[in-house]
């Protein structure tokens, strides 16, 4: 498995985990308005994940 690398300086990890964070919960907005989609249960399961390796890769200091 390969090791993270350190995140170059003009890239924050926190910021790109707070910009996953909204979008998630925009579609979980939206899914509670127009009901159960496949497409938007498959959107925020994807964001789920990448907020999860986020978490991960910065040891959790998000």
Not at 12 to 40: I, M, S, Y
């Amino acid at each position: 498995m390969p090791t993270p690398s350190e995140p170059k300086p003009a890239q924050d990890p926190a910021q790109a985990a707070e910009h996953v964070a909204n979008a998630h919960q925009l579609l979980k907005e939206l899914q509670q308005k127009v009901g159960n989609h496949p497409e938007l249960g498959e959107a925020i399961t994807k964001l789920e994940m990448a907020l999860n390796i986020l978490a991960i890769q910065t040891g959790g200091l998000l």
